[in-house]
């Protein structure tokens, strides 16, 4: 894997907790992004060669609004880059490794993603992406 590519926190609200980020990291949220697939809107920061993804659940049955009533808000994915994210599902399947989807889907900011299941990670929620060129 090349780099952690951003870290994925699962917020209430994203009207609250977009400017308490912008005045913590020193920078201007550059993109806000629903991603209907999942149930969710996305912002992004950019904090060097990294990105902080703050997630807000749009429906009940979003995977945040779950994570939300289990555990409360806080980190929910650390996200991984990858060169070919098709080699590296692979990879990770022959190692053993639980995927939760079974093709790479699109997700926000231009990437094909692929979660890997914590029960293999130490209880992590694994984010694989690739940008899409
Ligand atoms: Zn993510």
């Known amino acids: 894997m090349l780099k952690v590519e951003h ?10 907790s977009i400017p308490v980020y912008e005045k913590l990291l020193n920078t201007p ?40 009533d289990k555990k409360g808000e806080g980190i929910h994915h650390i996200a ?21 989807n079974e093709t790479p889907k699109k997700g926000a900011d231009n990437k094909l993603i692929c979660f890997v299941h914590p029960k293999n990670t130490n209880g992590v929620l694994i984010e694989i992406c690739q940008e899409i060129r």
């Open 7 to 16: 870290i994925g926190i699962a917020v209430k609200s994203l009207e609250t």
């Open 80 to 100: 991984f880059e990858v060169a070919d994210i098709y080699a590296e599902m692979e990879r990770l399947r022959s190692e053993g490794f639980v995927l939760l």
């Open 29 to 68: 949220c550059y993109k806000q992004e629903a991603v209907a697939s999942e149930n969710v809107i996305t912002a992004f920061f950019q904090t060097g060669e990294n990105k902080i993804e703050l997630l807000e659940a749009t429906a009940a049955e979003s995977a945040i609004a779950r994570f939300l």
